[in-house]
């Protein structure tokens, strides 16, 4: 008896420290994957973002880039950029929120908007790599909401299938779309999702020019700023008229700002054919980078103060941002 009382002891303190070895490992391992994972950091809500898109002297997109590419300006000041992101082909890569505003216009065709159908669904089979999320609203005199966020390819065809052309649509509220898709962004898309930024976006498509709207473009601009939504336009070929230059005729939309301003493009259809288009498109979107700093002290006592922030590359780049200013909260 004695022996076997001695020999159960030294069993349990061998499987004591065998358990305590693994243990050890586990944790050393888990410390080192997180080490390792440079896109996940610890975020709070003071950190202040912009998203930037850069090309280079040609117009092409500038993959790649890392934080030491850029420098940050505050009020003509350089800051220490805290948090810099790409979007990266991963499901754990940061989301992508994407609201799709259409034009159901009685100025839209049935041709149109069938093909229309066909390349946002192209376009979201080639963002299936990326963490994207998509929703869907259309407009005319009034905008409804088709679909809320979701990652599912089956809903999102369901929700193409009741885009039809309101016949009876005189007007075009293509700002009041946009801004309930801002909104819809800032309601449904947290500002921080697993320790990454997301990048939020709204594609608007339209025909025509923005009529009967009860949101004005500056209203617009201000809310998408601080939304951190960059807002791009497709316009179709039903209104993409060239002039004797080769170039598109500039729309009242791309006139007010809404497009540059909140750091988007805009994208013309001067075919049968969509596809290139939104290729160009997804290209475009997730080419882009999140920059982001903390608001220093003297931010912080000033209040309301507006701040204002420019981006830079360090390599010569064109670097179009999403946003200038911020305001300390």
């Not at 022996?3 to 499987?15: E, H, K, P, T, W």
């Not at 000041?77 to 940061?94: A, C, H, L, M, S």
């Not at 709207?213 to 070929?237: C, F, H, K, M």
């Not at 979107?285 to 309301?304: L, N």
């Amino acid at each position: 008896m004695t022996d076997f009382i001695q020999n159960d002891g030294s069993c349990l303190r061998a499987y004591f420290w065998r358990t305590l070895t693994l243990l050890f490992v586990l944790f050393v391992a888990i410390c080192s994957a997180t080490a390792q994972d440079d896109d996940v950091v610890r975020i709070d809500t003071e950190l202040v973002s912009f998203e930037v898109t850069v090309t280079d002297k040609h117009g092409k997109l500038v993959p790649n880039l890392r934080k030491e590419d850029f420098r940050l300006l505050e009020d003509g000041v350089e800051r220490p950029i805290e948090f810099f992101q790409p979007i990266k082909k991963t499901d754990e890569g940061r989301p992508l929120t994407v609201v799709f505003a259409l034009d159901v216009s009685g100025s839209m065709t049935e041709a149109e908007i069938a093909r229309l159908r066909s390349a946002m669904q192209i376009f979201i089979s080639r963002l299936a790599d990326y963490n994207s999320y998509f929703a869907v609203v259309s407009f005319a005199m009034e905008v409804r909401t088709l679909q809320t966020f979701t990652n599912q390819k089956e809903r999102l065809e369901r929700s193409f299938e009741k885009v039809v052309r309101d016949q009876d649509g005189l007007s075009t509220h293509a700002y009041d779309a946009v801004d309930d898709a801002v909104r819809l962004i800032a309601r449904k898309s947290p500002k921080v999702l697993k320790g990454r930024l997301p990048k939020r976006a709204v594609i608007l498509v339209s025909d025509g020019f923005p009529v009967g709207d009860v949101v004005s473009p500056d209203t617009l601009i201000d809310r998408a700023n601080n939304a951190e939504t960059s807002v791009y336009s497709v316009i179709l070929p039903s209104f993409s008229r060239l002039q004797a230059d080769k170039r598109p005729v500039i729309t009242p939309l791309e006139a007010s700002g809404v497009i540059d301003r909140t750091g988007g493009k805009s994208f013309y259809a001067t075919d049968k054919s969509f596809d290139a288009l939104f290729q160009a498109l997804a290209e475009d979107i997730t080419a882009s980078y999140a920059i982001a700093v903390y608001p220093d002290t003297d931010a912080k006592k000033s209040g309301d103060k507006t701040r204002k922030v420019t981006i830079q590359s360090r390599n010569g780049y064109t670097i179009r941002q999403n946003r200038n200013e911020y305001k300390v909260k």
